[in-house]
């Protein structure tokens, strides 16, 4: 919680201590805590009566889903991030789940800051009860109609297909498109989280024509070729609409050879989802996009496959959580993968060799020995793959990749002057519309630099590259390299003349920016 919602909260419990003590109900409370904490802190009125009663948001919904269970209906798709969009004001309840609410609340719409009755058509309001309509503010007193018992009225948004989730990426390639600055709200991930987990339900659950999936394949194919230039927001939301479209398809069993190309595709989409959120930063996201690709890939029985997306998935733990989690998920892919030329099959050696490295530090000879010997393998499996998956950034494994990704290993491993050569090597691999990866390549230059002890031209290097970036081009597993090199200065010298300088330019730069192009 940060600093900013524990005072909201904090209030927000005096008011409701203060209120019960003098006999006010929780209506009364709620429009309280909306005067008070909303000029400060932004409280709408439907967060106001949540905070009245004291109780979470899991509270909340554990409450709408037993209302919807005593109406014999089926589990609500209502979860804690959906709701902190209503509370929040990002997003609108629709009618089915406002009735609920009123009804959890036993208020009007109109009490929790939404026009227009319910439709019940019956009050939801007990004696004492505060109306949200009221214009001077002091409380209703006269008996409301009893709650009547709530009959099922049928249309669960969480089985509308998807459509709402969709037309919320809609609206966001719209605004990317025309140049208007989007933020990865809680609606956006809200709709994002809810189409991959549709996925996850269809999967397990689970007639559409082989020109149709010709179509999705080729798309499929052709988001791999966008994955370097493209913003990932924009992109996140073409892919998200195609994965939504294929498991619409998967709804119904299809026969064999088709279901399997659509697993196959469910499994490519999961996993490009998975890798444009370890871009976004959202690395829980990450996770539960690679964990709906090995479902989706399981079922198609392809090795490689499923080698493929659990090496995209070690990429999760290489840069925001325990390496030793990413050497153990390289080595079940290089497993998976076997001796059949695949991507993953050069992919999982470099990426053991890079967790071994971020696990013992630089300069053991013995953890020096095996991570070489995994690049060696990396490099040989590589010679054996087809062109076109060498030539297939995304879905395969490219040169530039390999030589990108022995490189790092190699900074990591404390060998400076082999890792410079790679490097410098790799640049010249990409193209003027490529920036992510070279410029992530001369930060790990400049830290070659720092390990043969030209502090100086590490910094002036770095500099260098932070300077070449616009503003829309800062998203933050590059700013993580930027401050690495920040921080392996500072260990050295920390009253460095340049140091300052580099330091400035760093705080300057926005760290998060989920509309910046690229890959990891």
Known sequence: MSGRQHRETELARQIRARGLAAGRNS???????????????????????RLAHGVALADVIEQIRALFERDGKSAPGIGETLLSAYESGLKRPGPEYLHYLCSAYRVEPASLGYDGPCICGHGHQVPGAVRGDLQDGRPDTSPGPRELLIQPIGGDPSADGGEEDENVLRRTLLQLLAGTGVALDGQVLGSVENIRRRMDETLVSATVSPAMLDQWEEATIGFGRQYMNTPPLRLLCDVLLEFSAVRKAMERRQ????????????????????????????????????????????????????????????????YYGDPREALNLARKSRDLAGQTPCAAQAMAPVFEARALAMMSGSGRKDVVDQAKRALSRARAAFSQMTAVDQDDATFGYTERQLYFHQGDALVRLGQAMEADLILEQALTKYGPDDWLDPTIIKFD??????????????????????????????????????????RAVEAKDPHHPELKVYLEALRAAPTVDPTAGGSP
Request: with cysteine; glycine share 8%.
């Open 27 to 49: 209506a009364q409370i709620a429009e309280e805590i909306h005067d008070r904490c909303g000029p400060q802190f932004g409280t709408t009125r439907i967060k106001g009566h």
């Open 255 to 318: 026969p064999v050879d088709l279901q399997e190309r659509l697993c196959r595709m469910a499994a490519q989409l999961a996993g490009l989802s998975g890798m444009i959120m370890v871009n976004l930063g959202d690395h829980r996201m990450a996770r539960s996009f690679f964990r709906t690709g090995r479902m989706a890939a399981d079922d198609t029985g392809d090795r490689a496959l499923r080698a493929w997306v659990i090496a995209r998935e070690a990429l999760v733990p290489l």
């Open 445 to 486: 230059r400049a830290k070659c630099k720092l390990l043969e002890g030209d502090l100086e031209e590490a910094l002036d290097m770095a500099k260098s590259a932070l300077a070449e970036l616009s503003e829309g081009c800062r998203p933050d597993i590059l700013m993580q390299r930027a401050h690495e090199v920040a």
